[in-house]
Every structure is written in C-alpha cells, then in structure tokens.
C-alpha cells in the first residue's frame, strides 16, 4: 500500500489538501513577516543605543560627566551592552 494514490486514501481529499497547503504557505509568510519585522525593530534599537553611545562617550571624553551618565545609561536601556554599561559606569564614578 506504500504506492496508494491520494484518491484511494479514505478521508482524504483534493480540497482538504489544497486547504492544508494554503495554510501552511500562509503561516509561513507570517513568521516570516514577523522575522522581518523583527529584524528591523532590531536594527532600529541597535542605531538608537548607537547614537546615544557615542554622544555619552563624547560627553564624557569633553569632561560632561553628567550628560554622559544620563546618555550612556539611556543607550544601556535601549540595548544591553556590556561596553555601554562600562561607560555608564565610569561616567557614573566622575
């Protein structure tokens, strides 16, 4: 019976596997629509982070510890990263 035509097979129709068919092609667009959308909710956080970043080392490489402290920890909540939490840190400590 490994050879069965689908028309043999009781229960199973054209339609239902054209419904089954359609409906995995779709969730599929939906993940990969949410993959994409995530992706550049991603990138945008990672430019946020990185404008904040730069203007907090700036701050402080001018010696506005306090504008880089609030920089710096701002670009920290945006996107958690190690080196933006160093720098939060030693702006904290001036």
């Not at 990138?43 to 306090?66: K, N």
């Amino acid at each position: 019976m490994i050879n069965a035509r689908m028309s043999d097979m009781p229960g199973v129709g054209h339609a239902r596997l054209l419904r089954r068919a359609a409906c995995s092609a779709a969730a599929g667009l939906l993940c990969w629509c949410a993959v994409s959308h995530a992706q550049q909710a991603d990138d945008v956080e990672r430019s946020a982070a990185r404008e904040l970043g730069t203007a907090g080392v700036e701050a402080y490489q001018g010696g506005d510890f306090l504008t880089a402290s609030d920089e710096l920890e701002r670009a920290y909540r945006v996107r958690r990263v190690p080196a933006l939490g160093l720098w939060s840190a030693r702006a904290l400590a001036k």
